[in-house]
């Protein structure tokens, strides 16, 4: 299974951004899909979750802000993110999480900077 991450950049304080993350292969047993950021100097942090039966789980910081969703038949994950902020900084990790035992998988990250 391969995950690509796209939508990144750079947005002023207030603004939107939607990240998109396309997976490929086989999906069998799928527990979650996920999006984590990692700001610097900074641990990664789990910011959102989708379940297979589509329930979805915020960190506290982003909750109310952030949305995230999935086109089943692109087979695309999304992650909109509005009013946005400066904490906001981080590089962005899509993940799927599959499997017995389960398994992560990773995409390569894209880089969300919020300018003050």
């Known amino acids: 299974v391969q995950l690509q991450a796209s939508g990144g950049g750079l947005v002023q304080a207030g603004g939107s951004l939607r990240l998109s993350c396309a997976t490929a292969?086989?999906?069998?047993?799928?527990?979650?899909m996920n999006w984590y950021r990692q700001a610097p100097g900074k641990q990664r942090e789990w910011v959102a979750a989708?379940?297979?039966?589509?329930?979805?789980n915020y960190a506290d910081s982003v909750k109310g802000r952030f949305t995230i969703s999935r086109h089943n038949a692109k087979n695309t994950l999304y992650l909109q993110m509005n009013s946005l902020k400066p904490e906001d900084t981080a590089v962005y990790y899509c993940?799927?999480?599959?499997?017995?035992?389960?398994?992560?998988?990773w995409g390569q990250g894209t880089q969300v900077t919020v300018s003050s």
């Open positions: 993940n799927l999480r599959m499997g017995y035992p389960l398994y992560d998988y």
């Open positions: 292969g086989s999906i069998k047993n799928l527990d979650s």
């Open positions: 989708i379940t297979s039966g589509a329930s979805t």
